[in-house]
């Protein structure tokens, strides 16, 4: 092999071989001393032009200043960044024609006090296009990246909300909180286990999964085990404290911490557990239960991602444990009240028998008096009569709506009924309690007979005539009209009372009907129970009739009925309250 020196070839030759541009700055003057043919190539200066022109020239003005400070650096050190590094940086540089492009560039410092002063020699090389399909590179990864955060974005929402579809359709917090952990052993851990704070303050477990279900029993015996009061239990924490608890990564020194006795620890160790993440269920400002999610995957450790869908998910857990409980205390409130109304009507209404019974015997009595004596007599025990009969019949109706909550139908004493005569009846007996008020009937037929509970249409007739005269305080005149009406489904007997009054606010107009309601026009004002119309319904539909009422508040109200003429399939019955309650909250 022949060998020979730089010097055989010629320095200048290779200088002029080379492919990469090499140039050579003097640095007490920033400027250009030497510039070989590959530089004149890459920048687009020949030599003549590039020789003795200042370095900046082929730098982007952004980076100019820097360079000057570096340059002045490296003067006072000889230190500079670009020069220790050592390797090869890549930069944006300028050609003549104004382009940017990248080079990568090698600096050495020479030091010639011969040749007058410090040099620096640059080994340049145009990396232009390398750092284009880099970058596009780059661009495409991080693309991808964001399309599959997006993904996972989508996924995590389709997730919540089929979680929060699963959680809300039960009222039983147990179902609610062992499907919640039954989603999270699942999806997004391997295990699961919830606890609650119970009202004593006790700590109770009540649920738990395993992704694995040959493993879900080895879960369910950790609550064997509860935590003695001075070990660290996380779950524990997080009751007291309220705040999650992540522990990325489990190992053996954390099993022994929890751990209250060696078959626990060894019942731990065989569920394999990796990492830890335990979150609260709040409600209404308190910590009421906490969830604790583990992995026994080495490779999955849970992170803040997992930890916001945790506490996304325990959020949404408890507010439908929260209502379920709330819904429950009502349910209680509610079924205590009906059987005191029930029991208390009960009670009512042998006392009354005997209040009514006695009036009339006193009052065949009284007839035998002498006046003026039989007259003061008569007039007194009639009005208590009256009034025991009309306690009778508010406790009748006390009775009906407690029936109807139970879900028991009324049984109706179907007989032949005229509904004009029932009207007259009940107008004279509320026009003997008024003397502000017109009374009025407007029959189009002499009679209209249907099959209906008469003692239960007295008492529809009364509540509407004696509404109409309570809330028309003004007084005025009130018109009861009853027709007849046909339609496709047969023929209908029609009644309507119309009165003056106060009307009905047109936000409580759709709920008048129901029990306890009362418009917020009356409330403090006028007295009342607002049980009345909600028995009335309770009547007109079981006769397999409809009640419905045109107000507007000021301007009076109608209230119409229609029962029909031939018996005919009863309107399904009202919603008994366990019905109406399964689609409350
Ligand atoms: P109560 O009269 O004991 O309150 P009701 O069930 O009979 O109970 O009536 C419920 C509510 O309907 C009343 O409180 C009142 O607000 C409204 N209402 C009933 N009848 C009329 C009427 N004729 N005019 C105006 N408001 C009425």
Not at 176 to 193: E, G, K, N, P
Not at 440 to 457: H, K, N, P, T, Y
Request: hydrophobic share 40%; glycine share 6%.
């Amino acid at each position: 092999m022949t060998l020979f020196s730089p010097r055989d070839l010629g320095i200048g030759r290779l200088f002029e071989l080379i492919r990469d541009a090499v140039i050579v700055a003097d640095i007490a003057s920033d400027r250009i001393v030497l510039w070989n043919p590959a530089a004149a190539r890459l920048f687009g200066y020949s030599a003549d032009e590039a020789l003795g022109m200042p370095v900046t020239t082929i730098i982007p003005e952004r980076y100019r200043d820097r360079h000057t400070t570096a340059l002045e650096h490296y003067r006072a050190t000889g230190h500079g960044d670009l020069i220790d590094a050592g390797v090869p940086l890549e930069l944006p540089a300028l050609r003549k024609d104004g382009s940017e492009i990248t080079v990568e560039l090698s600096l050495s410092p020479i030091d010639e006090p011969a040749a007058g002063g410090r040099f620096v020699l640059a080994v340049i090389r145009d990396v232009t296009e390398r750092k284009r399909a880099e970058d596009e590179r780059e661009r495409r990864i991080r693309e991808q990246v964001a399309r599959a955060e997006a993904e996972a974005v989508q996924q995590r929402l389709a997730f919540v909300g089929e979680a929060t579809t699963l959680l809300a359709s039960s009222l039983d917090y147990e179902t609610t909180l062992q499907r919640l952990a039954d989603i999270v052993a699942l999806r997004l851990a391997d295990y699961c286990v919830v606890d609650i704070v119970e009202e004593s303050g006790a700590v109770c477990r009540v649920a738990s999964a395993h992704r694995d279900p040959a493993l879900a029993l080895l879960v369910k015996r950790l609550q064997d085990f509860p935590p003695a009061p001075d070990t660290p239990d996380p779950l524990h924490q997080v009751l007291q404290s309220g705040r999650p608890v992540l522990i990325a990564e489990v190992g053996e020194d954390f099993l022994q911490q929890i751990a209250v006795d060696d078959e626990h620890l060894a019942l731990l160790r065989a569920l394999h557990p990796t990492s830890y993440l335990a979150v609260p269920l709040h409600a209404r400002g308190r910590t009421f239960g906490a969830v604790a999610l583990v992995s026994t995957d080495p490779s999955r450790r849970f992170g803040p991602d997992d930890l916001a869908l945790a506490e996304d998910l325990a959020r949404r857990a408890a507010l439908t444990v929260d209502n379920a409980h709330l819904y429950g205390q009502a349910q209680r409130a509610l079924s205590t009240r009906d059987e005191f109304l029930s029991s208390a009507a009960h009670d009512l209404k042998n006392p009354l028998t005997s209040i009514k019974g006695l009036a009339q015997l006193l009052l065949r009595r009284a007839a035998r008096l002498s006046p003026p004596e039989r007259e003061r007599f008569t007039e007194a025990l009639s009005s208590i009569e009256a009034a025991a009969t009309k306690m009778t019949q508010q406790v009748n109706e006390l009775l009906d709506i407690a029936r109807l909550d139970m879900g028991q139908p009324l049984a109706l004493q179907r007989q032949p009924t005229d509904l004009v005569a029932l009207a007259r009846q009940a107008i004279a007996e509320q026009q003997q309690a008024t003397e502000r008020h017109q009374l009025r009937l407007e029959a189009s037929e002499s009679s209209l007979v249907g099959e209906w509970d008469a003692a239960r249409l007295e008492r529809v007739l009364a509540n509407l005539l004696s509404n109409a005269v309570k809330y028309s305080p003004q007084g005025g005149e009130i018109v009861v009209r009853v027709r007849r009406d046909e339609d496709a489904a047969g023929a209908w007997a029609v009644l309507e009372v119309q009165d003056q009054g106060l009307g009905i606010p047109k936000a409580d107009l759709p709920y008048i009907f129901e029990r306890f309601r009362r418009g917020r026009n009356v409330q403090g004002r006028i007295a009342g129970t607002g049980i009345g119309l909600a028995g009335v319904r309770q009547i007109v539909t079981q006769h397999g009739g409809q009640i419905s009422v045109r107000s507007q508040e000021g301007m009076g109200s109608t209230f119409s009925m229609r029962l029909p003429l031939s018996p005919r399939e009863q309107a399904p019955a009202l919603p008994s309250r366990n019905e109406g309650a399964a689609r409350a909250p």
